[in-house]
């Protein structure tokens, strides 16, 4: 679908295959790597990324932080910590949309027209895929009605058939 003059579609697959501009990287708020798409993401940049994520500091659940691809497809790497899931009464859905936007702004302010998103917080962090995916298509479509024309295309990631179903179904009612 378009939204704002960008392209957003879901993809199904391993998002550290994808050549775009940044792909975002649902990391733990040492920004050291870790488990699912984290791991992935350090394994396939190589020791490079650890290096200058060390550099970093960190980040803060709800803001974004961005670094090189290095041996990665994607030029840059964009690491958003998402929150932890403990029932949804403490922000969760505050905090998680505030991980697209700061990684959105952060895009945008660098020039970058091309992002890959994965679901973020829904792996170990416990967060249902179904809310997850309607806070995630909610936070990219108020952005890009805010600035119209900022990115190309913008891609969610599912890396299995359920998690692009649960996408797929959040982008569909966002059309409805």
């Given at each position: 679908m378009e939204?704002?003059?960008?392209?957003?579609?879901?993809?199904q697959g391993d998002i550290t295959q994808l050549a775009v501009d940044a792909i975002v990287n649902a990391a733990n708020s040492s920004l050291l790597g870790g488990g699912g798409v984290d791991g992935?993401?350090?394994?396939?940049?190589?020791?490079?990324?650890l290096a200058e994520c060390r550099e970093l500091g960190g980040c803060p659940t709800g803001e974004a932080r961005l670094t090189g691809g290095y041996k990665l497809p994607a030029r840059q790497v964009i690491h958003?910590?998402?929150?932890v899931w403990h029932g949804g009464g403490q922000g969760e859905a505050e905090l998680?949309?505030?991980c697209y936007r700061s990684s959105l702004d952060l895009a945008r302010g660098a020039g970058l027209r091309t992002l890959a998103f994965p679901a973020i917080s829904t792996g170990v962090?416990?967060?249902?895929?179904?809310?997850a995916a309607k806070v995630a298509v909610g936070a990219i479509a108020n952005l890009l009605r805010?600035?119209?024309?900022?990115?190309?295309?913008?891609?969610?990631?599912?890396?299995?058939?359920?998690?692009?179903?649960?996408?797929?179904?959040?982008?569909?009612?966002?059309?409805?």
């Open positions: 939204l704002g003059g960008t392209r957003v579609e879901v993809w992935a993401i350090h394994r396939g940049a190589g020791p490079e990324l958003t910590v998402g929150p998680l949309a505030r962090y416990g967060y249902p895929a179904a809310m805010e600035h119209p024309g900022a990115f190309d295309t913008i891609l969610l990631v599912g890396f299995d058939h359920d998690a692009t179903a649960v996408l797929r179904a959040a982008l569909a009612a966002l059309e409805n």
